[in-house]
């Protein structure tokens, strides 16, 4: 039996009021993964700013990295 029957297999077991506590912890894992993607997005933003290369905002059109990669549009 893996791990997700195994966790099936002890909620289905668990009384009806406590479900509800289950229920939150779970979703407290899930936001939990939703604050590391934000805090990781959040540090390539920061790391971008702080870069001190002059070149970093300059810019190419859609067309001229297609034709750089050998792609035709």
Do not use: S
Not at 4 to 20: C, S, T, V
């Amino acid at each position: 039996m893996n791990e997700r029957e195994q966790a099936k297999q002890i909620i289905d077991m668990l009384p009806e009021y406590k479900i509800g506590n289950i229920l939150l912890f779970l979703k407290g894992i899930q936001f939990d993964d939703e604050i590391e993607d934000d805090l990781y997005c959040e540090k390539l933003v920061e790391d971008y700013l702080n870069d001190p290369d002059p070149k970093k905002h300059e810019t190419i059109t859609i067309e001229e990295l297609a034709e750089q990669e050998g792609i035709t549009l």
